[in-house]
């Protein structure tokens, strides 16, 4: 409501206004001419508001063709004839002398016709709106309804009397003007209802002309006189009642669509300005004098200079002192200046801090009315990166061509599109030429690749040289990329290293000592050779898992680790360990660690081999043992020889002959025994040193056999002495004392293994080419497991030692050595518990 009906600030606009003054001034003069002739008054007032009525028509009948609003059509051609019965009415008008013979009458009836007339228009003219409604039908249509009241009061004169001299004006006349007062009102309330359809302030005109038509009314029923003072403010409200209606016409019709039309004007000028200063490439406007007038936002933002800074600066200020920069743009002002126009054309420039940029420039040039150039626009456009992007992809194209390494590309077909220099040695193998067709045994090849999208590497031999070819798809152009290589050299070299690598394996397989290498990070073992006991499925196998059948690296100082020596010092190491062979025997080893350092000196690897030393070991143990034997061997008989001989000697003349014979025969007899036992040992060490040397001489074996078993006999009563010796027997050629000394350590063994007595038989049998001599006896027997280390040195088995405290464990070892050196062979059988007999053969004839 308050937009609509802002009465404050229609009085104030309506006061301020020129024309609102002018109106007052009007309005005064009429006023002035109204006291001085009421008629002249009339006529001014009346032709006052027919000029607007017409203007009003005239206006809208010329622009009803961009009235998109009817009711403004409908009230253009209402108001024509309003205003054409207005001026009737006024020519009616008394003291006009027009129609003389009408009197007052007529121009009433005429008034209130017209009145109806506006009345009843202003209530219909807004049905109109949105009707499709012909102008000219409305026209005629109003042009009937006038025939017919004009008719209808001259010719007729059926339209009912208004004023009556002297009676003044009638009752229809005064109800009448209530009755228009009504139609008005009604026509504001039907106006309100579609208030959407006009502008607030055209509405507010209307409003206000129907509202003054209204009061106009009123003021008409008051008056007597048609020259009364009613009459004149109804004539007042009347002229400014058709002005606000004219007031509401031009407005909409002229004021609202030019300024529609000059806002939409500014706006597109607002867009294009906008256009200018936002658009992403750079505007400069350059004079003649080659002096920037205008730049955009852009400009100054892709420089690096304010507005103020860019605006007068000379334009090749801009360019970069190089060939492509301000010498070609001088060179195009040139031309500008005559009128050239430029396209797009690549220019290096300059920004504010020096730094470069490749542009693309556009200028057109601007003329003035006679046809010389005023100015330029310029366009710019910041291609650094296209042109950086251009060059880098010149730099990559070059990259094939540069290739040292072949490059083809290979279309569907099997032509050859495109071949590097480096190619020429394969297209002479394949005798083609670049845009030729590959040989057809390569077609299948290229349909296959491109067929399944997948790199296809293959190999080709040429002149000594051997070529890997690898063929890259490139599916979606459908064609291949062909990339070769020569692997000659690789070739040659993998052979090498598949020859060394032969030869190592060889080597190590060579090796009888287990042979190793050994991760020096996680003790895993590399390499190893069969003798380390590795199978394929130990592979991975730590060497402490192998070696050791341990979980865990050795540690303590009696179990050295090898590796963690070797980390420790970065020098070889040798360490004893206890190993485990695969079958799990346990052996003494002596490992050898060697270690492999990286470029920082770290320890990488460590090569290992071990030595079995458990014989080493076990003969070591043995010699320990043997020197305790050996003294204590050598302790007792000594003992004995010089307690005998001492008695003798302290108790010589207190002792009996006999007794002193026994004494001496004792210590004669540990003599004996004591000089076996050197001559074993002498034996062995000649034997050891391979100075056993046999004295040659024939040998009477019946007597020699004889005279040991005698010696023997001598030496022990327990047992039964059994000799058997074949009736012929041919002397043998011997060394005769290590006969002896054999026959002797037998005897004794028979003797001492003999603890319960029991008969000692010594055979001698003759056979074709030999001699077996041999000696049996009925006493402890030697197990299957133990003869087997008889003649090994220092073996005293267990039983022995239980029987009898004496012995080296010598004796079989020297006899052995000595029957070898006669070239015969020394064997035993024996059951355990039942009696040995040891035989030994001497060779005949050849001696
Ligand atoms: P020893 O000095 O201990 O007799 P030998 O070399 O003569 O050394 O003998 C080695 C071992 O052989 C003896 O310790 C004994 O165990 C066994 N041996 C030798 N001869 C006999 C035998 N006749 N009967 C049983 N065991 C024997």
Redesign the pocket.
Known sequence: MNNVFSWPEIIRKLLWRPVTIAGAFIILALYVSSVYNYLLFHSIAELFSIIVAFAIFIIIWNSRRFLDNNYFIAIGIAYFFIGGLDLVHTLAYSGMGVFPEYGANLPTQLWISARYLQAISLLIAPFFIGRRIKSNTMFFGYALVISLILTSIFYWDIFPASFIENSGLTPFKKISEYIISVILLASIFVMYRKRREFDAKVLRLLFGAIILTICAELAFTFYVSVYGLSNLIGHFLKIISFYLIYKAIVETTIVKPFNLLFRNLKHSEEQYQDLYEEAPNAYFSVGIDGRIRQANRRATELFGFSRYELVGRPIFDLYADTPNGKVKAQGFFKGFLDGEEIHNEELEMRRADGSKLWANLSVRPIFDKEGRVVASRSEVLDITEYKQAEEEINRLAKFPSENPNSVLRIARNGTILYANKASSILLNKWKRKVGQKLPEDWQELISEVLDTGLIKNTEVGWRNHIYSLDFAPIVEEGYINVYGLDITERKQADERIKQQKQLLEITLESLTHPFYVVNADNYIIEIANSAAGMSEKTADVKCYELTHKSGKPCSGTRHLCPLKEVKKSKKAVTVEHIHYSVDGKKMNVEVHGFPVLDKEGNVMLMITYYLDITERKQLDQLKDEFIGLVSHELRSPLTVITGAVNTVLAEGSRLSAEETHQLLLDASHEADSLAGLLNNLLELSRAQAGRLFIRAELVNLRKMLRDSVEEIRRQSSAHRFVLEIPGKLPDVTADKLRLERILN??L???V???PDGGEIRVSVKLEKERLVIS?S?Q????SKI?QAK?FKPF???????IH?T??????????QRLVESHGGQIW?E?KHGQ??T?FFTLPLGKQ
């Open positions: 350590n037998l004794e063994n028979a001492k293994y003999s000696v006896d006493g402890i027997g030697i133990d008889l073996q005293r088995l267990e039983d022995a030692r009898s004496k012995g080296l464990g010598l004796g079989l070892l020297v006899c035993v024996s009696g040995s040891f």
